[in-house]
């Protein structure tokens, strides 16, 4: 997979668009009746010329709307009032007088997105560039589509690791297996077998860490050692390290955690953090803390000096499948539908300063840099697609779309990143740099 190489290859992914298949033009509309194609809003209409219009009928009052300039209401907050949090929190180098969490800048253009074609995923749409639907796994200028790895996994994709200074990408997979694919050819290398699904699989330094049930492999790339780190009981859905601590969330509801023994070349039992009552599916580390997101809806916030809980937040109402931090904040996404932004108040805790309202179940979170280093979050939901926002306005970049719910995302170097999907394909995209605009 010579990224770079194949960019012009694999560039044949592109946003197609247009009113339909029929003649174009009001003179044509007196002679139809002033009624939709049934049959071309089902994308098979095969009359030319048809009765009917292959084109929407504009709302009431369209014109006038578009005569006036007006645009639909962006996302944001219902006031104004900035952030809650003390004002360290309020204004970062990260912030200017014109970016706030859910404002959108006047120097970016928010692109309603369109749907994806179903008959194009199936193969068999007869519209060609004619249909008003989008025949491109993205939608957006920002990114776009490498490579697929082909020949890959039989069922959900469920971690990516990409070990920083290795020409492998790994994956792991339901299907019990792990694959090691070249990097400069993209071809599978080889095929690990583990007897048991994977639940994640993380990277740091030269190892990398898999988690199946009632176990966690962990794998040295540098001295090929191969240990198994027993404890876990049921699925291990994340894991994380922080403060020389490997800590992975278990479906029996606890947070395990090993330390490395240089001296004896193990992983050693250090810790089990109990306080969740049902499975810990999300992880992660800052600010000296460890957060960990459960199927009780609720995010538990773990000093990482003593290991102690000291501090729970319940500000979802469903699953909280992921957990990330950015700059001097904690961002969670959930099944109820909702990113929610948390900061710190003037006594230290954590409280929701901002909430951010989806279509869909949200089911994994992933940051990035685009290629000018503005911050990107990358939301997968449980309608088969993945919005890319810009932070901290949460204005939409684009969209990625898969055939089944993408459950891994790994950002890369370079602006490149990786998804894996329920149909266990791997893809690579990579962000492209924005084109200036030009002078008048």
Same mark, same amino acid.
């Given at each position: 997979?010579?990224?770079?190489?194949?960019?012009?290859?694999?560039?044949?992914?592109?946003?197609?668009?247009?009113?339909?298949?029929?003649?174009?033009?009001?003179?044509?509309?007196?002679?139809?009746?002033?009624?939709?194609?049934?049959?071309?809003?089902?994308? @098979?209409? +095969?009359?030319?010329?048809?009765?009917?219009?292959?084109?929407?009928?504009?709302?009431?009052?369209?014109?006038?709307?578009?005569? =006036?300039?007006?645009?639909?209401?962006?996302?944001?907050?219902?006031?104004?009032?900035?952030?809650?949090?003390?004002?360290?929190?309020?204004?970062?180098? =990260?912030?200017?007088?014109?970016?706030?969490?859910?404002? !959108?800048?006047? =120097?970016?253009? &928010?692109? @309603?997105?369109?749907?994806?074609?179903?008959?194009?995923?199936?193969?068999?749409?007869?519209?060609?560039?004619?249909?008003?639907?989008?025949?491109?796994?993205?939608?957006?200028?920002?990114?776009?589509?490498?490579?697929?790895?082909?020949?890959?996994?039989?069922?959900?994709?469920?971690?990516?690791?990409?070990?920083?200074?290795?020409?492998?990408?790994?994956?792991?997979?339901?299907?019990? !297996?792990?694959?090691?694919?070249?990097?400069?050819?993209?071809?599978?290398?080889?095929?690990?077998?583990?007897?048991?699904?994977?639940?994640?699989?993380?990277?740091?330094?030269?190892?990398?860490?898999?988690?199946?049930?009632?176990?966690?492999?962990?794998?040295?790339?540098?001295?090929?050692?191969? %240990?198994? %780190?027993?404890?876990?009981?049921?699925?291990?859905?994340?894991?994380?390290?922080?403060?020389?601590?490997?800590?992975?969330? !278990?479906?029996?509801?606890?947070? #395990?955690?090993?330390?490395? +023994?240089?001296?004896?070349?193990?992983?050693?039992?250090?810790?089990?953090?109990?306080?969740?009552?049902?499975?810990?599916?999300?992880?992660?580390?800052?600010? +000296?803390? #460890?957060?960990?997101?459960?199927?009780?809806?609720?995010?538990?916030?773990?000093?990482?000096? =003593?290991?102690?809980?000291?501090?729970?937040?319940?500000?979802?109402?469903?699953?909280?499948?992921?957990? #990330?931090?950015?700059?001097?904040?904690? #961002?969670?996404?959930? %099944?109820?539908?909702?990113?929610?932004?948390?900061?710190?108040?003037?006594?230290?805790?954590?409280? &929701?300063?901002? !909430?951010?309202?989806?279509?869909?179940?949200? $089911?994994?979170?992933?940051?990035?840099?685009? $290629?000018?280093?503005?911050?990107?979050?990358?939301?997968?939901?449980?309608? +088969?697609?993945?919005?890319?926002?810009?932070?901290?306005?949460?204005?939409?970049?684009? @969209?990625?779309?898969?055939?089944?719910?993408?459950?891994?995302?790994?950002?890369?170097?370079?602006? %490149?990143?990786?998804?894996?999907?329920?149909?266990?394909?791997?893809?690579?995209?990579?962000?492209?740099?924005?084109?200036?605009?030009?002078?008048?």
């Amino acid at each position: 997979m010579d990224l770079d190489a194949h960019g012009g290859n694999k560039g044949v992914f592109h946003r197609l668009s247009g009113g339909g298949g029929g003649p174009r033009g009001n003179h044509n509309d007196s002679n139809k009746n002033q009624k939709v194609c049934f049959h071309w809003r089902a994308g @098979k209409c +095969n009359r030319f010329p048809c009765p009917f219009l292959h084109r929407e009928l504009p709302p009431p009052n369209s014109s006038a709307s578009a005569s =006036n300039g007006s645009h639909p209401a962006k996302r944001g907050f219902s006031n104004d009032s900035g952030f809650s949090g003390p004002p360290a929190a309020r204004r970062t180098p =990260n912030f200017n007088s014109s970016s706030t969490w859910g404002r !959108t800048g006047n =120097n970016r253009v &928010v692109k @309603k997105t369109d749907k994806l074609c179903n008959y194009w995923i199936q193969g068999n749409c007869t519209f060609g560039e004619g249909c008003r639907y989008l025949h491109s796994w993205s939608s957006g200028d920002s990114f776009s589509l490498l490579t697929q790895l082909e020949g890959g996994h039989q069922k959900v994709v469920s971690g990516i690791a990409l070990p920083s200074g290795s020409d492998k990408l790994y994956t792991g997979s339901q299907d019990e !297996t792990v694959r090691i694919w070249d990097c400069q050819s993209g071809q599978c290398m080889g095929v690990i077998n583990l007897g048991g699904e994977v639940g994640c699989m993380i990277t740091e330094g030269p190892w990398i860490f898999v988690g199946i049930p009632n176990l966690v492999k962990a794998w040295n790339l540098q001295t090929n050692a191969d %240990l198994s %780190l027993s404890g876990p009981v049921g699925q291990v859905y994340a894991m994380v390290v922080g403060s020389d601590l490997l800590f992975a969330g !278990t479906q029996d509801s606890e947070i #395990l955690a090993w330390r490395y +023994n240089a001296a004896t070349s193990i992983f050693e039992p250090a810790a089990s953090l109990k306080g969740h009552s049902l499975a810990v599916v999300s992880l992660v580390v800052g600010a +000296n803390r #460890l957060f960990s997101g459960s199927m009780d809806n609720s995010i538990k916030v773990w000093n990482l000096e =003593n290991l102690q809980c000291v501090q729970t937040l319940t500000g979802h109402t469903s699953v909280v499948m992921s957990v #990330l931090c950015w700059d001097q904040f904690l #961002l969670s996404s959930s %099944l109820d539908k909702t990113i929610k932004v948390w900061a710190a108040t003037e006594r230290g805790d954590l409280e &929701v300063t901002y !909430t951010h309202q989806e279509e869909h179940g949200l $089911l994994k979170l992933c940051g990035m840099h685009d $290629l000018e280093g503005k911050p990107l979050l990358l939301c997968s939901c449980n309608d +088969n697609s993945v919005r890319i926002y810009d932070l901290p306005s949460f204005s939409e970049r684009g @969209k990625i779309f898969s055939k089944q719910e993408i459950r891994a995302i790994q950002a890369g170097p370079g602006g %490149l990143f990786f998804t894996g999907d329920g149909t266990g394909q791997v893809r690579v995209w990579n962000c492209k740099a924005e084109q200036p605009t030009p002078a008048t």
